[in-house]
Structures are given as structure tokens and as C-alpha cells.
């Protein structure tokens, strides 16, 4: 059964520019939540998904937007990054107890 | 709001046990997780308990659970230099700030 996979594993933006990274569950899972990790604020919630609608939401901005499709493949974007905006972006496939299998995770550096 | 508390460090030799211990707030969760996440890698889970249950073994690890102070530990038995790692608390989708376990031999 192939895990979660995450696209890309690394990128380098600039301040100001949009970026969107691409998660793919575990088949079969119709969930996926996505988090930020920093090491100054931890691991920080942005977003959870189910069948396409979103069903939770984190504390962070307008810029920070998501979304997921009817293959349960989900994408997050970031408009207008910042240079706080540098973090680790882990996608989770969710299993039927709530548990979370994580994929390795997108490092975004923003310059 | 809901929070997740956990301590930031902890030292153990190896071959004794390791003690990380958290707090949560939300007390309707139905399960809390315990994860690992090794230098450069995700997260990945090490166990879940669930909310009716006081105490889950599985081989090395023992978590408690202590329901009317919303505490919550893992236990890791016989800790090896490969235990080294952060050790993430979760209850939802809330997760503590992770433990760092050093082992030292």
C-alpha cells in the first residue's frame, strides 16, 4: 500500500510569489489535513479535508487557501509568501481512528 | 482554546526507561497519539490510545492515560540510541510541541 506522497520536496520562492504543493493520500483514505512546521511555533494546524469540503480550519491568513479533489488528491496554496512563510508542509492521510500518516513533506524556502 | 503541553527535552542513558509526559485540554477526544519524527523525516505515528482505556502496551512502549488530569505519557522501555528523536503528544488535530529525547550511552 503506498503511503502519502508529497510534490515537491523542495522548492525556493521569493517574496511575493504563489506557490502550491500537492499531496496524495493513502488510497482509499478520503481524508487529508495539512500543517506547518517551524522551529520556532511548532507543528501549526492549517487545514483538514473530507471528500472534497473542508471540515476544519487553522489560525492562519487568507493567503494560506486549500483544497481537494474528487480523486481525494489535495493541493494547498500560498499567495503572497512571506519570508516567515519558510516552513516544512506535512500533508496527512487520515485513517478511521483519527490517526495520521504523515509524508516526508514539502520544505519551502522563501528568499 | 485547545492546547497541547509537552516538556521540551529529555536525557536519558541507554538502557533505561524515558518518561514524555503531556498535557491536553480538550477533554472529548475520543483518542490521543503519540508520534515520532526522526531527524529529516514526517511524522510517524508510534501508538494511540483510546479515551476509555487507562494504560496500552505495545512491546517497548507504554502509554498512560489519566483522564481526570488530562495527562498523558509513553514510556519507552529499554531506550536504545535509535529512540533519539522528537516525540509529538496529539488529541485531534492539535499537537504539543514535541519532546526531544537524547540517548546516551
Known amino acids: 500500500k503506498a503511503g502519502v506522497t508529497q510534490t515537491p520536496r523542495y522548492l525556493i520562492k521569493t517574496r511575493g510569489q504563489q506557490v502550491t504543493l500537492s499531496c496524495s493520500p493513502i488510497?482509499?483514505?478520503?481524508?487529508v489535513s495539512w500543517y506547518q512546521q517551524t522551529p520556532g511555533q511548532g507543528l501549526q494546524f492549517l487545514f483538514e479535508y473530507f471528500s472534497e469540503t473542508q471540515r476544519n480550519k487553522g489560525n492562519f491568513p487568507g493567503r494560506f487557501s486549500g483544497r481537494q479533489f474528487s480523486n481525494s488528491r489535495s493541493e494547498m496554496n500560498v499567495s503572497t509568501l512571506e519570508l516567515g512563510d519558510s516552513a516544512l508542509y506535512l500533508c496527512?492521510?487520515?485513517?478511521?481512528?483519527?490517526?495520521?500518516?504523515f509524508g516526508e513533506g514539502s520544505r519551502l524556502t522563501v528568499l | 482554546g485547545e492546547d497541547v503541553e509537552q516538556s521540551l527535552f529529555l536525557s536519558v542513558r541507554e538502557g533505561d526507561s524515558s518518561v514524555i509526559n503531556c498535557t491536553y485540554t480538550d477533554s472529548s477526544s475520543t483518542y490521543l497519539y503519540w508520534y515520532k519524527q526522526e531527524p529529516g523525516a514526517g511524522l510517524q505515528l508510534l501508538t494511540y490510545?483510546?479515551?476509555?482505556?487507562d494504560m496500552k502496551q505495545d512491546q517497548r512502549l507504554t502509554v498512560l492515560l489519566n483522564k481526570k488530569d488530562k495527562h498523558l505519557s509513553l514510556r519507552i522501555a529499554d531506550t536504545q540510541t535509535g529512540d533519539s528523536a522528537i516525540y509529538f503528544c496529539?488529541?485531534?488535530?492539535?499537537f504539543g510541541t514535541g519532546t526531544r529525547l537524547q540517548v546516551f550511552p
Open positions: 496527512a492521510s487520515i485513517g478511521g481512528t483519527g490517526e495520521l500518516f
Open positions: 490510545i483510546f479515551s476509555n482505556m
Open positions: 496529539a488529541e485531534k488535530v492539535i
Open positions: 488510497s482509499g483514505h478520503r481524508s
